[in-house]
């Protein structure tokens, strides 16, 4: 069963950054897709950036241009860089992970990211 452990939530002023880290642990046959969603109070949740195995990223409309998602090739580890904040990016941020050849989806149990003055 694929492990996911987050770090790097917190708050930060409207125009700061953060950075969130996901640890991948587990799989056996590796990442189809990894990435990030986030879940605001009373919002469904919501794609915020993923890569595929192919190395094909997706962006959320509302993040492009602030946030960059990378991925330590060594150790199954994804980064959301998060600047230019805004409080509209509030949430709960989760780790995504989709199992090649399986694509069995494993979520990780969520890190808040609030954007307050």
């Known amino acids: 069963q694929v492990q996911l452990v987050e770090s790097g939530g917190g708050l930060v002023q409207p125009g700061g950054s953060l950075r969130l880290s996901c640890a991948a642990s587990g799989s056996r046959f590796g990442i189809a897709a990894m990435g990030w969603y986030r879940q605001a109070p009373g919002k469904e949740r919501e794609l915020v950036a993923t890569?595929?195995?192919?190395?094909?990223?997706n962006y959320a409309d509302s993040v492009k241009g602030r946030f960059t998602i990378s991925k330590d090739n060594f150790k199954t580890t994804v980064y959301l860089q998060m600047n230019s904040l805004k409080p509209e990016d509030t949430a709960v941020y989760y780790c995504?992970?989709?199992?090649?050849?399986?694509?069995?989806?494993?979520w990780g149990q969520g890190t808040q990211v609030t954007v307050s003055s």
């Open positions: 995504y992970f989709k199992e090649f050849t399986t694509n069995i989806q494993s």
């Open positions: 890569f595929t195995r192919l190395g094909v990223t």
